[in-house]
């Protein structure tokens, strides 16, 4: 090196970048716990013990077990095409990070950009690289490279001790206060805007549109025929606590799945997957929304919190290990749904009836393949043979396929067998006129199959496609309207 290479200017002196929310929104030591929680939930336990061996020590020996796939890590985009066109243009660049030296290198080899790297290593000195430690690292290796100054592109407030160190500053992705604390020292400092946490992003979090599943707890009630304003409020709360639960459940489920959503086409944008929503947020608002649930769940009655219980432990329980074993994954998600309408009858004080919980039970398990299916479709169009994080081949197809076909006609079938039962001639005047609702359930049972055949599914929730389309209303509204016309002048009493 040079003796000239001491005086270059500012925006020519070694760069060095933090890893942890500046190159990626996220943090490569939560994303390790969360992958290494996913293998085994009893490694709680384990890093628990790890914790006396130090912020370097604990970061060493869970390097050693999980590292996340630096090609699957979120980053920030606008500042690597900065760091690019730096490393272009020939100035040296270096990833210098607290993360566990590995983690550090592996990210630095996928984007390619980087000279060297500089990281945490327990080994060689047991030293967390961060604020006061990593500035003297980054100065150390500067002179050693031939410099008396150097940048450096930060984040957080631990940052401002390595800013002071250096010439030039770049902070990206951090919080006003961190930019104004920064700025009294270095006025001139680069600024890459922080994309801001917003209330839609939050919403698409804890996936509020899934909320309508929660519908499923009014069934009982609308099947008793009952207009108790009472049990419906009773039932508004359930149904608050059911959304807050399952929303908090869906966060732990993309938490643990973060992979395998950075993997697929649609649940990439997912805000976790993403980076829009960080680790320690999410967990935070999960923890938040089940304490929550389960206020308002005690609230309604004990026997409703013990449902709740049972769904929030099967959840997990899917989330964590039965979501990847094939067939009992679409049997733990039938039941799941089938599980809301028990809890709307516990909720109401309905007694739930067999007829009911048979056309549930299969009905849903035939979304539950539908939505398999569509999965498993696109991995035949992208030509890959195995579904990330589940069970299931393409080969596996056609079997699928034929399951969710005869399930869904079985529910037909049970609707058609109750229309002659003792239950319906209770329930109402003209039975008869339930008829008509079996071929209008049939056709659009034949019809989201043939849609999944046909790909429009593109692998998104049935439900919630059902949502969207027209076609699903009108046969909501018309199968509705053959039970309010089979009710009229019906004696008041319950779905037995």
Known sequence: MTPSATALPPDTCPLYVDLDGTLTPSDTLHESIMLFVRSNPLNLLRMLAWLPLGKAGFKQRLADAVRPNATSLPYNEPFVDYLRSEHA??????????????????????????????????????????????????DAHARAQGHSTWAYAGNSRDDLDVWNGSTQALVVNAPSGVVASLQRSHPEAQVFERNTLSLKTVLRAIRLKQWSKNGLLFVPLLAAHSLDSELWGLLLMAFVSFGLCASATYLVNDLLDLPNDRAHR???????????IGIPTA????????????????????????????????????????????????????????????????????????????????LFLSLALVKRCAELEELVDEQRTLAPGRGYQP???????????????????????YIDSQNSQKLYVHPDMLWAAAPVLLLWVMRIWLKTGRRELHGEDPLQFALKDPFSWITLFVMGGIGLVATVGFQPGYFS
Do not use: C
């Not at 649609?266 to 829009?276: E, N, Q, T, Y």
């Not at 899917?318 to 039941?335: C, E, P, Q, T």
């Not at 799941?336 to 919980?357: E, F, H, K, M, P």
């Open 266 to 276: 649609i649940k990439r944008h997912r805000p976790l997957a993403s980076g829009a």
């Open 395 to 417: 080969r596996d197809l056609a079997s699928l396929r034929t399951m969710g076909m005869a399930s869904g006609f079985l529910a037909v079938m049970v609707l058609a067998l």
């Open 283 to 362: 967990v935070a608002l999960g923890v938040a929304m089940l304490v929550l649930a389960f206020a308002l769940a005690f609230a309604v009655s004990l026997g409703f919190a013990v449902v709740l219980l049972a769904y929030t432990v099967t959840t997990l329980a899917y989330s964590l290990v039965l979501k990847r074993l094939a067939l009992i994954d679409v049997l733990v998600l039938s039941g799941l749904y089938t599980l809301r309408i028990g809890a709307g009858a516990v909720a109401s004080g309905v007694d739930l009836s067999n007829w009911l919980l048979a056309i549930s039970i299969f």
């Open 89 to 138: 243009r020939g100035r040296p660049l270096v990833l210098a990070s607290a993360a566990d030296a590995r983690i550090v290198r592996d990210v630095a080899e996928h984007l390619g950009v980087f000279d060297d790297t500089l990281g945490t290593n327990a080994q060689e000195d047991g030293i967390n690289l961060s604020r006061a430690h990593k500035r003297a690292a980054i």
